[in-house]
């Protein structure tokens, strides 16, 4: 390649604190990254992937510390500069894209007061210029209202909105370098094509380079120039991506490159009375209709798989259903009976009953308690379980979702990786043994390996305890892996459901069309061909 290096990582060397001691976590790593070269890195949930992207920025998270080899960039080894001179890089000329937006924001400010910070506090462009900059980006990242839309706050955007926004300000400084931090896990699949192409775009436009990190192979695919594999903190193999995709050279990233295998068996019909039944929900944000007129059933021991993109309504209506947001008009009946509609209205066991894991762990789950409270709190608050029983159902709970106790037990969020982190969750919510558990994307965050791993997890509980599941997602393979039926939401209605074959098998509605062709291939040309006809409106 003739283009000139930009970044060039030799040896590098992370521990990681682990009890009294240091572990290391990344083991002599190398990576080359020319101008206008995107990188994809790839490995399964703890491979070092974020690890590694952090420290091309010279950054170590709390808890870990680099201890070997060189980090240079644009000719400057990044360990041997002072603190002062690495964070004047970052921001304006690397800048860093993280998964979860709503962790990543600050709360009490405006999105577009977030944006100006960084270029006129490095001096890149004055606060008016900023804001005119920042309604360009919110223009080219397909952001609703881009005129307004940077006047409101983190909390008042959808998180696919958020996600969007946040990938603007990385850009706000026009920097040399972008670590994408799985910048479209948590988005739908028509949205996710909107970032994908804006991605795309900025790094073509403006010769940026960028490190990008992600599970998902199918989008690596449409991204990546070259792509790295790691695993437990070395390479497995690199190449072109074109390469790399037509013949992996090694056994692991084979089994990475296998489609999903499991599918949960079919389900006869469901019959008798639903476990939860939303009857003609209407729900609003002060005066913004947000449900209109929603229903459907969720039988003991099914799954339903509410999908939609970003804002359609499918985590408002779980809000409906746990409480947090009372129904203008319908009713939630829980076994035959309609529950009252605000949460402080609920008796102890109707919250036990209906259970939430939430998209976001890292936002979930409070960082200052260790995972014997999290998971024991709700054990303990509706089973009223103590001492040597209480002990004994956590250390059950972090073996069911395959975390060793006597490793896990006394560590905190912050020494979890993402997909850990969302086990967690999933334990938290068995913990109170509830007969309905709402999934908010929770394998949005994890790698194909262990995604399929936590769907058999949740397929064998449900198995055994009769366990409904309304699951909400925008992973149409998750969908045909787990799903009984199907809810398809936009704007806030219903627009089709039904059986999952039925779902599945054309004719469709235009809407539940355009999710299925969203669906990113593993294909470096599909993206591509999908923009190219519905420019030309196919």
């Known amino acids: 390649m003739d283009r000139e290096v930009l970044l060039k990582i030799e040896g590098l060397r992370i521990e990681g604190r682990s009890g009294d ?30 690890t590694v992207g952090l420290a091309a920025m010279g950054f170590a998270r709390d808890g870990c510390r680099i201890t070997g080899g060189t980090i240079a960039f644009d000719g400057t080894d990044l360990r041997q500069i002072p603190e002062p001179a690495r ?10 894209v993280a998964q979860s937006a709503a962790a990543s924001f600050n709360p ?7 944006y100006c910070e960084a270029p ?111 695993l437990r903190g070395q390479e497995v193999e ?20 296998a489609v999903r295998s499991f599918a949960r068996p079919e389900q006869p019909p469901a019959t008798g009375t639903p476990v939860l ?18 229903s459907f059933d969720i039988h003991a021991g099914r799954t339903v798989a509410v999908v939609g993109e970003s804002g359609s309504g499918k985590s408002t209506t779980a809000r409906v259903i746990t409480g947090l947001l009372p129904p203008v008009s319908g009713k939630v009946v829980f076994q035959g009976a309609p529950l009252p509609p605000a949460l402080k ?55 069911l979702i395959e975390l060793d106790p006597d490793t896990y037990i006394d560590r905190l969020p912050g020494e979890l990786s993402g997909g850990q982190k969302q086990r967690i969750g999933i334990a938290r919510a068995l913990a109170a043994e509830p007969q309905l558990i709402i999934c908010d994307e929770v394998t949005s965050a994890l790698d194909q390996i262990v995604q399929e791993g ?59 069309e355009l999710l299925l062709s969203s669906v990113p291939e593993m294909d470096p040309d599909w993206l591509t061909r999908l923009l190219d006809r519905r420019a030309a409106g196919h």
């Open 345 to 399: 209205s609920r008796s102890r066991d109707q919250l036990r009953q209906v259970q939430m894991i939430y998209q976001m762990a890292d936002t979930a789950l409070n960082p200052k308690l260790r995972l014997r409270e999290l998971i024991g709190r709700p054990a303990q608050m509706y089973l009223g379980l103590q001492g040597r029983a209480l002990e004994t159902r956590i250390r059950d709970l972090l073996d």
């Open 108 to 114: 009490a400010h405006r999105l577009i007061d977030q």
């Open 238 to 257: 690199e190449a072109d991506t074109r390469a790399m995709l037509d013949a992996p050279r090694e056994a692991y990233t084979k089994s990475l490159w």
């Open 120 to 230: 006129v506090v490095h001096g890149v462009m004055d606060r008016a210029r900023a804001e005119t900059d920042a309604i360009e980006l919110y223009t080219r990242m397909q952001l609703p209202g881009p005129g307004d839309i940077g006047f409101r706050y983190p909390h008042q955007v959808s998180g696919g909105q958020l996600q969007r926004a946040m990938t603007a300000m990385a850009m706000a400084c026009r920097p040399d370098l972008i670590i994408f931090d799985e910048p479209t896990t948590a988005l739908d699949v028509t949205t996710q094509i909107e970032v994908l192409a804006a991605i795309r775009d900025i790094v073509r436009q403006f010769n940026t380079a960028a490190i990008y990190i992600t599970h998902d192979l199918a989008v690596v695919a449409q991204a990546a120039d070259r792509i790295k594999v790691l």
């Open 454 to 512: 936590i769907l058999k997890l949740l397929t064998r509980l449900q198995g055994e305890f009769g366990l409904a599941y309304m699951f909400i997602t925008h992973d149409l393979a998750t969908v045909r892996a787990i799903a009984d039926e199907v809810v398809v939401m936009q704007r806030g209605r219903v627009i089709e459901q039904g059986p999952k074959a039925a779902m599945f098998t054309p004719p469709h509605e235009p809407y539940t």
């Open 87 to 96: 964070r004047a890089l970052r921001g304006k000329r690397i800048a860093y």
């Open 21 to 50: 001691g240091w572990t290391e976590i990344v083991k002599g790593i190398d990576l080359t990254l020319h101008r206008g070269e995107v990188l994809g890195l790839i490995g399964e949930s703890g491979a070092g992937k974020s």
């Open 277 to 294: 039944s939303v009857q003609g929900v209407t729900a609003a944000y002060g005066k913004t209709r947000v449900l209109d007129d929603v």
